[in-house]
């Protein structure tokens, strides 16, 4: 079974750019429909970016603008270009097929924007 690992967050000012990476092989990569989701504390896990096994893009409109999902099916990988980052955007951020059904989630990586 698929378990993503996410990578590339931290702590960055209002304003700042983060890249998130997320590795996941073993499940057809290059195939599925991949997803950035988000979750902060008390709130429910949401789907802020997505992107096509033919890399048709698409996204919430909370980060519309500013952040840029990418993928590289060589690399069974998936990246997140998060620009003009705002307190909002802190979160634990994770990968996945849009699903359902899911893979096992991974650990997420944490993103903190301090003001």
């Known amino acids: 079974q698929v378990r993503p690992v996410e990578s590339g967050g931290g702590l960055v000012q209002a304003g700042g750019s983060l890249r998130l990476s997320c590795a996941a092989s073993g499940g057809g990569f290059s195939f599925k429909t991949m997803g950035w989701y988000r979750q902060a504390p008390g709130n429910q896990r949401d789907l802020v970016a997505r992107?096509?096994?033919?890399?048709?893009?698409n996204y919430a409109d909370s980060v519309k603008g500013r952040f840029t999902i990418s993928r590289d099916n060589a690399k069974d990988t998936v990246y997140l270009q998060m620009n003009s980052l705002n307190g909002e955007d802190t979160a634990v951020y994770y990968c996945?097929?849009?699903?359902?059904?899911?893979?096992?989630w991974g650990q997420g990586t944490q993103v903190t924007v301090s003001s």
């Open positions: 996945n097929r849009v699903g359902p059904p899911y893979w096992n």
């Open positions: 992107i096509s096994s033919g890399g048709i893009t």
